[in-house]
Nanobody, 119 residues
């Protein structure tokens, strides 16, 4: 049974830092592109960071220079380090594992972890 489980969310003051993690089970992380999405209340889910199987990263403009994603395939874990957090970063953060198969694509989601930035 493939599963992704996020952890590390919580309440942090503006300007603070937080690291969220996502551990996969039942799937080989090394062959998946990994992404971090977030969904704020009343808004659509957006991709904020991604990392390919080769380690190439990409970020949405609003988090560039503040967020860093990394992966440890040996631990089947992907991380999102968030620095200089702002109230507008408040959202539920989800990790995603994606790969293109010969017949269909494989797409897995975690249950999400709440990040709240507030004083």
């Amino acid at each position: 049974q493939e599963q992704l489980v996020e952890s590390g969310g919580g309440l942090v003051q503006p300007g603070g830092s937080l690291r969220v993690s996502c551990v996969g089970s039942g799937l080989a992380f090394s062959v998946y592109d990994l992404g971090w999405y977030r969904q704020a209340l009343g808004k659509q889910r957006e991709l904020v960071a991604s990392i390919t199987t080769g380690g190439r990263t990409n970020y949405v403009d609003s988090v560039k220079g503040r967020f860093t994603t990394s992966r440890d395939n040996a631990k089947n874990t992907v991380y999102l380090q968030m620095n200089n957090l702002k109230p507008e970063d408040t959202a539920v953060y989800y990790c995603n594992a994606h790969r293109i198969g010969p017949v269909y694509d494989y797409d897995y989601w975690g249950q999400g972890t709440q990040v709240t930035v507030s004083s």
